[in-house]
């Protein structure tokens, strides 16, 4: 594998046996994302994405192929070897939020450092220093219920960012999430990136995969095309350039 790449795939193959019938979830994938890329996985239902996000992410094994994240191959390592690497090296970012209800924001972002067995004193502080760093410092003690969509996301991002991960991996993350709102966490996303974190987003929306500098298209199980932007959009000014009536509350 090349030295400096933080992901690289060769031949990722996924198979999916269902009853006498075989689904072939990806076909030979061979892909490098190099530290502080920003990348967009494209592609319609179907075409492999959210399969190579799963394997990525450490969330599944392939059926053949070769993973290497930060320079580990991961592709044959077992459950609990994953789970570890899932909760320190890869932060996870859903269009669901997957925020727990009936605890407040700080709590959310604490987990991952409770599942690592981080004292509650440097989880208390780091989980304080990563909602300031998405702009919540005052909402830690907010319950989901009590914050907006885009606020939820901005917990969930927190919460992915709270482990210093080697990666972000965002799926759909503005799906559930209005224009405005939508661009706030596209310039939250960019911004982090900006400061050297790496992120692959899922996306199916090409206005959406716009504001990363690499798409990387899915097809058929296939890597189809892999094009870097020299320019993409920037998220900040998009904002400013949005009406005032789109505003959304607080």
């Not at 970012?93 to 700080?106: C, D, E, G, I, K």
């Not at 095309?225 to 993409?232: G, H, I, M, S, T």
Request: charged share 25%.
């Amino acid at each position: 594998m090349s030295g400096g790449a933080i992901v690289q795939t060769e031949g990722l193959v996924k198979d999916y046996v269902l009853g006498p019938h075989v689904v072939h979830a990806l076909r030979g994938v061979t892909v490098a994302v190099e530290p502080g890329e920003f990348c967009a996985v494209m592609g319609p239902s179907g075409s492999g994405k959210s399969t190579f996000m799963n394997l990525l992410g450490c969330l599944d094994t392939p059926t053949s192929g070769r993973y290497w994240l930060g320079g580990h191959d991961v592709a044959g390592l077992g459950r609990d070897e994953l789970a570890r690497i899932r909760n320190t090296k890869i932060g996870f970012v859903f269009q669901q939020f997957n925020l727990l209800p009936r605890t407040s924001a700080l709590e959310n972002v604490e987990l991952p450092l409770l599942y690592s067995g981080v004292p509650v004193r440097e989880r208390r502080r780091r989980a304080r220093e990563r909602l300031a760093d998405v702009g919540l410092a005052e909402r830690e003690h907010h319950h989901p219920s009590q914050l907006s969509g885009g606020q939820q996301q901005r917990v969930a991002i927190a919460r992915a960012l709270v482990n210093d991960p080697a990666m972000i991996l965002a799926d759909e993350p503005t799906g559930n999430l209005d224009t405005r709102t939508s661009m706030e966490i596209l310039a939250l996303l960019q911004r982090l990136n900006r400061a050297g974190l790496t992120i692959v987003l899922v996306t199916h929306e090409p206005d959406i995969a716009a504001y990363a500098g690499r798409h990387l298209v899915f097809r058929d199980g296939r890597l189809l095309n892999d094009e870097r932007r020299a320019e993409p959009r920037d998220a900040a000014a998009a904002l400013t350039a949005l009406p005032v009536d789109e505003e959304v509350p607080a």
